[in-house]
C-alpha cells in the first residue's frame, strides 16, 4: 500500500521504519532539509516511562494563573497563546480532574512502557547508535512534601511491571556520585532503574537510513501547504512541489499536526508548549551525572548525552513561535550552576548550543494515534514531552492499525475522539 507520512521527527521517522518493513510503499515529505531538526531535535534525549503522568495534574490552573506575572516559573502562559488555547485549554484543565488524570497516566504509562521495549529491540537487532544510557534516571526533590507525592504517585508505574526506590543521603549517592557537592540541599530523590536515555536526533538520523533500506522515501525540503479532499476522502497532498497522492496519509507534523489537518475541517486538539535547551560540551570533565538527573523545582532535567550536557525544561504556552526568550534559558544556566557548581572551570558559554522546540501536546497526555473520521487519513501526534519515549510503541501501533493486524491496545484507546 502506498503510504504518505508528513514529517519527519522522530515520530514520522520512526513511523516510516516499521511501515516499510511491514511492506508498505513509504514516503515522507519533510519541509527541513534532513530528520529531527524541528522539535525532536535538541530535547532532554531521556526515554522515561517513569515520567508518563500527564502534566495537566490537579491544580494545574492555579499554576498556570500565577504563571502570568512570574517570568521564571516553570509553566508559562502567554497572553497572547489565549486565544489559540480557548476550547483545546476547557479540555486540557477538564482533564486535570483527579480521576481522569489517573486514567490518562495509566494510559500513558502502558505506552511508554511498551515502547521502551521496542526500542531494545531495535537497538540490539539493529546495533544502532545514538548515545544510549540504559541505567534508569533520578527525580530529586528540595523538599521532603513533593518527594512523598512523587513516590506516591509514582506506585501506579508498579502496575505496568515498572519499579523505583526513593533514597537518601549516602544512598543517593551510591546510585548517582555526582550529586555529591548538593546532597546537603536535598530532600532526596526517586531513582526509576528502568528508565534509559539517548540523543532523538541521532536516533532518528540512524532509524531513517534504516528505513531507506526498507524502500522507504524521504523527500526533503519540500512542505505540505493543504490536504485536499474528494468524495469524502484525501486524493492528494498540496506541497511546495506540486501535488502529491497516495492511498493512506499520516500526519505526524509534531504542533503544526493541528493547522495542517485543519485545512480540511479535521480538528487535531494538539498545542504547542515550548521548551528550551542549552547543549554544553563536557570538555574532559568527568564529574558529571551518570543518567539523567530531573529537577523537579526547575521542571527541567540534566542529561548526559555522548560529549554534551543537555539540560532542557520549562514549558510556555507561546503558539507556535519558536524564538528563545533569554530568561527562560537563564533557568537552564541556573540549574546547571547549582546542580554542578564543580563544572564551572570547565564551561564555556561560546560553545553553547541554545535550542528551543514546541512540543506537540495532547489534551490529556497521550498522543492521538490511528484512524480520523477521513478514511484514509491516519495521526500520529500529541506526544507532548514524551514524544522519543513514545516513538517506537506509537509507530508500532499505528503500523498495526494501518496494516488490519491485531494491534497490542485496542486501537480506541489512543483514537482522535476518545474521551
Ligand atoms: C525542551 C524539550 C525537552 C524534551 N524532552 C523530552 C525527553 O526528554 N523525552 C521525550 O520523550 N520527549 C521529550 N520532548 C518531547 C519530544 O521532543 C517531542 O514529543 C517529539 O520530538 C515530537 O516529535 P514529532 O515527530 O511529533 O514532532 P517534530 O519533531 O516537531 O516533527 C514534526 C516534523 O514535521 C515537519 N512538518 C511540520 N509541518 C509540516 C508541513 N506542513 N510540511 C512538511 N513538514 C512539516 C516539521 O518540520 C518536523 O520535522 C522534549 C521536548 C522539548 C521541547
Known sequence: MKIIIVGAGVVGTTSAYFLAKEGHDVTVIERQDGPALETSFANAGMLTPSMADPWNSPGILKTLITSLGDNKSAFKLRPKALPSLLTWGVSFLNNSREQKYIKNLHRSAE???????????????????????????????????????????????????????????????????????????????VYFPDDQAGNAYKFSCEI????????????YGVSVEKLMKKYGNISSLRTSDG????????????????????TVGLNIPVRPAKGYSISVPLKGWNGGPRMPIIDDGF?????????????????????????????????????????????????????????????????????????????????????????????????????????????????????????
Open 111 to 189: 505506552l511508554a512502557w511498551y515502547s521502551l521495549k521496542l526500542l531494545d529491540d531495535i537497538r540490539e537487532n539493529m546495533n544502532l547508535n545514538y548515545d544510549q544510557i540504559t541505567t534508569g534516571s533520578i527525580k530529586v526533590f528540595r523538599d521532603k512534601e513533593s518527594l512523598d507525592e512523587l513516590a506516591e504517585l509514582s506506585e501506579h508505574l508498579r502496575d505496568h511491571g515498572m519499579t523505583f526506590d526513593v533514597l537518601y543521603g549516602e544512598d543517593l549517592l551510591k546510585v548517582e556520585p555526582s550529586l555529591e557537592p548538593v546532597i546537603d540541599k536535598l530532600a532526596g530523590g
Open 208 to 219: 531513517e537510513k534504516e528505513a531507506v533500506k526498507l524502500g522507504a522515501k524521504f523527500r
Open 243 to 262: 501535488d502529491i497522492s497516495a492511498d493512506k496519509y499520516v500526519i505526524s507534523a509534531g504542533s503544526f499536526s493541528a493547522p495542517l489537518a485543519k
Open 299 to 419: 521542571h527541567a532535567a540534566i542529561s548526559p548525552l555522548g560529549n554534551v550536557l543537555r539540560i532542557a525544561g520549562t514549558a510556555e504556552f507561546a503558539g507556535l513561535d519558536s524564538s528563545l526568550t533569554q530568561s527562560r534559558l537563564d533557568n537552564m544556566y541556573n540549574l546547571l550552576e547549582e546542580l554542578y557548581p564543580d563544572f564551572a572551570p570547565y564551561f564555556d558559554k561560546d560553545q553553547v548550543t541554545e535550542w528551543a522546540g514546541l512540543r506537540p501536546l495532547s489534551v490529556d497526555g497521550s498522543p492521538y494515534i490511528g484512524k480520523t473520521k477521513i478514511d484514509n487519513l491516519y495521526v500520529n501526534t500529541g506526544h507532548g514531552p514524551l514524544g522519543w519515549t513514545m516513538a517506537a510503541g506509537s509507530a508500532k501501533l499505528l503500523t498495526d492499525i494501518i496494516s488490519g493486524n491485531e494491534p497490542d491496545f485496542n486501537p480506541a484507546t489512543f483514537n482522535l475522539d476518545r474521551s
